[in-house]
């Protein structure tokens, strides 16, 4: 038996916020209660410091087993999960192979199993990420896939898009699509604006993300698939985002406000979609970290350690999807963990590799960044990391309530700096930076698998 004593207990789905004792047996939860006598032989955590929030979930992780086990497999993988609080991630697919089979499949699952976390994966919506050729999605479905992605690479192909989208809805599965139209990129991972200047490169635009935004939002209105549109990168996707759930939200008679949030609101002020109606609807928006915290002068500061796609853009678009998450407009922060060596992120910026660590920071960054700040509240943002991607993805996790699995983060306000990671990778340009938010306990399953 565990018992955790005088933690403040943030569940973002009960909206329960308060000091409170938490019961573990088993693996499960069986009691949450003030003043709980520990049982005979029972181990205590004093967290009369610290929050307790569900185990958090990050539906976007590149974990590169197989194929590219040199950056990171699905162990270290794991560890650098729970080191930052996470209890269940999603593996994307762009493996070698890819995760366009069923072998590869069971490959993944296998040593998924042999993690003590939850470690998901997603299958490919296209053969080899081609974009040409859909994969069996109902076998790999059968075999534990959770969703279907191509994430790396858009889908240009409309009508292989669409077809994606009707088996997912009949299979009641995820869709999440990376949305870059590559035709107006000149160079990826730089934003064309100033980043791209100072490199003296062509750089990515702004009108890649929103073109294929505004294509595929369309698409999944008519066809009612569970779609995740991710790392969003631009003000203007924020827009195109919310206007489409506002139409999702008034066909149920929820009636929510107009937002242009490219204009400077006062973020307080905001009253967007309730987690509850968030929840509710087909269309799903994700943020990175990376896109709430940065802006082209880190990119400009960092070099390749800051490249990423879609590109960290102007401050005008940090503040745009701030206001984004606020309004449940972005209803999901993930990490979009993308490991490279550092003889990968040695080479030229146009030739590095694009992509961030982000499991060991990504709690502290949204605590600093988004709490700390006042913009959202701290129940605000653990629903983006718990309750919202777990509703999203099937998942039965995200929430504490007696009999439920006993998956649960532990962390304080305390300020740390990041030095050195779990991960195989160390490629951030966070490393060094004061961040509030430490993680001091993971518990998987009713056991403390991390301990800061
Ligand atoms: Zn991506």
Redesign the pocket.
């Known amino acids: 038996m565990l018992l955790i004593k005088n933690g403040r207990l943030v569940d973002p789905k009960s909206h329960f916020n308060d000091v409170t004792d938490i019961l573990i047996d088993n693996g499960k939860i069986i009691k949450i209660a003030n003043d709980i006598e520990a049982p005979d032989g029972a181990e205590v955590i004093d967290a009369s410091r610290y929050y307790v929030t569900p185990g958090l979930i990050d539906v976007h992780v590149h974990f590169r087993d197989p194929g590219f086990t040199y950056k990171e497999d699905i162990y270290t993988g794991a560890n650098a999960a729970k080191k930052g609080g996470f209890t269940t991630v999603v593996m994307m697919a762009n493996t070698n192979p890819a995760i366009d089979n069923l072998d590869t499949l069971k490959y993944v699952l296998d040593k998924a199993a042999e993690t003590d976390i939850n470690v998901l994966t997603c299958g490919d919506i296209t053969k080899g990420l081609k974009g040409k050729e859909l994969v069996d999605m109902p076998s790999l479905k059968e075999q534990g896939a959770v969703g279907f992605t191509d994430?790396?690479i858009p889908i240009m192909d409309a009508e292989i898009l669409r077809e994606a989208m009707r088996v997912a809805k009949e299979l009641n599965v995820p869709l999440s699509f990376?949305e870059e139209d590559l035709k107006y990129n000149d160079n990826n991972g730089i934003n064309k604006g100033r980043a791209s200047t100072h490199f003296n490169i062509g750089g990515a635009d702004r009108m890649a993300e929103i073109s294929m935004i505004k294509r595929d939002i369309k698409m999944a209105l008519e066809e009612g698939a569970i779609c995740d549109f991710?790392?969003i990168s631009a003000k203007e996707s924020v827009n195109l985002i919310y206007e489409a759930k506002k139409k999702l939200l008034s066909e149920k008679g929820i009636d929510i406000p107009d937002y242009n949030f490219t204009d400077d609101i006062n973020i307080s002020d905001i009253k967007g979609i309730t987690t509850e109606d968030a929840l509710g609807i087909t269309i799903h928006a994700e943020a990175t970290p990376n896109h709430f915290t940065l802006t082209e002068d880190d990119v400009i500061k960092h070099g390749t350690l800051a490249k990423i796609?879609p590109p960290i853009r102007e401050e005008a678009d940090r503040m745009a999807i701030i206001r984004g998450l606020k309004a449940n407009a972005i209803d999901l922060i993930v990490t979009?963990h993308a490991p490279h060596s550092a003889e990968e992120k040695d080479r030229p910026i146009t030739e590095a590799p694009s992509g961030i660590i982000g499991l060991e920071t990504s709690l502290a960054l949204a605590f600093t960044e988004l709490v700390k700040t006042g913009y959202l509240t701290l129940e605000e943002v653990i629903a983006k990391m718990t309750i919202n991607p777990a509703k999203m993805y099937n998942i039965d996790a995200g929430y504490v309530s007696e009999g439920a699995n006993a998956d649960l983060t532990i962390f304080s306000e305390d300020e740390w700096v990041p030095k050195e990671y779990a991960s195989k990778s160390s490629n951030t340009p966070f490393t060094g930076r004061i961040l509030s938010g430490k993680v001091k306990y993971t518990i998987c399953g009713g056991k403390v698998v991390y301990e800061g």
Do not use: F, K
């Open positions: 994430d790396g990376h991710q790392h796609n979009d």
